[in-house]
């Protein structure tokens, strides 16, 4: 098209200043509904563009101001965790010394049961043996004494209130010792 217009000029010639300015009319003529519908869709395209650019940018600060928020609560989160496990690690702490204290009474009074379980089994046993004695020698003293009083019932004629007194005295005599207490 540059060269139809060219030859245009060539074939008119005119006055060489009226030749530039005539050119350039032609181009325009030529070219310049398309010049204008080509300024006329990158104008709109860089509007667009524009628009599209601002909506993108809104929608980074929007994402920015979230991505910040979130940031904040996180390290908010963080720090909460933070105190919770001191705070759990404290509590656990406290909780392990009085375990190994009661524990440590727990055998300390193991020990000591069983040292109090010991004696007192010593002190049963003794006592026991001291009351079998006991007994046995009550035993053997009633046994005496009924003996003693079948030999005098076997030897002579007993009345009634005789024999009745010997069964009283012999009841009071065993009444009368208690455990533990030597006649």
């Known amino acids: 098209m540059a060269k139809t217009a060219e030859n245009l000029v ?3 010639p005119q ?6 300015d005539s050119l350039d009319q032609v181009r325009d003529i030529l070219v310049g509904a398309l010049v204008n519908r080509i300024e006329s869709a990158v104008s709109e395209l860089e509007e667009k563009q524009s628009r599209q650019n601002e909506t993108l940018l809104a929608e980074i600060q929007g994402q920015r101001k979230s991505i910040k928020a979130l940031e904040r609560k996180t390290t908010k989160l963080q720090d909460d965790l933070k105190d919770h496990l001191k ?3 404290s509590n656990q702490t406290s909780v392990n ?4 204290k009661f524990d440590k009474e727990l055998s300390e009074g193991n020990e000591s ?18 009351l079998k004695t006991l007994i046995s020698t009550q035993n053997d003293e009633v046994q005496a004494q009924i003996n003693s009083n079948t030999e ?15 069964l009283a005295n012999i009841a009071t005599m065993i009444g ?6 030597k006649n």
């Open 176 to 181: 009368n010792e208690k455990p533990g207490s």
């Open 152 to 166: 005098k019932l076997e030897g002579s004629k007993v009345e009634r209130n005789d024999l009745s007194r010997m």
């Open 10 to 12: 060539k074939l008119n």
């Open 87 to 89: 705070e759990f690690k």
């Open 113 to 130: 049961h069983h040292e109090n379980l010991v004696a007192l089994e010593t002190e049963l046993n003794s006592v026991y043996e001291e």
């Open 15 to 20: 006055n060489d200043e009226t030749a530039p």
């Open 97 to 100: 010394r009085e375990f190994t």
